[in-house]
């Protein structure tokens, strides 16, 4: 599930066809409509953002993020927020772009854990990395291990550019 629209969103939905699963996209109703991407199975529009929020984590086992603006805040800090209240449980977030996230993580743990606005236990969800194998293998290994989930390894498709051609 993406916000389906062009650019990384295009490219999850098209790794999701790839891989035979299904792809959906999110929509937020805005001025300056974005068109769904050519890889989507099911295109949703919402009107309100919180909706779209709650039904991107509601059908979800896990969240990336990666660098953006006050939108992909405004759903990080909504998931954190359902995480630390006990909404949702053993739900992974990948922050993607260590050099992107971090000064955002030094506000958070040198202001708010401080301040003891949030306690430092609150961060554990998260893995920053720039690893996209560590990202799926950080979501695989909670949908594992906590929904029950199996993973089914499947025969690599052929890239369009392979490395040495």
């Not at 599930?1 to 650019?7: A, L, N, Y």
């Not at 959906?24 to 953002?49: A, M, R, S, T």
């Not at 992909?72 to 927020?81: I, K």
């Not at 893995?127 to 499947?154: M, N, W």
Request: aromatic content about 12%; glycine content about 10%; some cysteine.
């Amino acid at each position: 599930m993406t916000g389906g629209g062009p650019g990384l969103m295009e490219a999850a939905n098209r790794g999701a066809k790839e891989a035979d699963g299904v792809s959906i996209g999110c929509n937020i109703v805005l001025p300056q409509e974005q068109k769904p991407n050519p890889y989507l199975d099911k295109w949703v529009e919402f009107h309100y953002f919180f909706v779209r929020k709650l039904m991107l984590v509601k059908y979800s086992y896990g969240f990336v993020a990666a660098p953006g603006g006050f939108g992909t805040l405004d759903e990080l800090f909504e998931v954190a927020t359902l995480i630390q209240t006990g909404k949702i449980k053993n739900f992974p977030v990948v922050l993607l772009g260590v050099e992107y996230w971090t000064p955002l993580l030094e506000f958070i743990r040198g202001s708010l854990v401080m301040n003891a606005a949030i306690n430092p236990q609150d961060l554990e969800h998260l893995l920053v990395t720039d690893s996209p194998a560590e990202a799926v293998g950080f979501i695989q290994k909670s949908a594992t291990e906590h929904f029950g989930l199996r993973y089914v390894p499947r025969r690599p498709r052929k890239l369009l550019f392979e490395s040495g051609v």
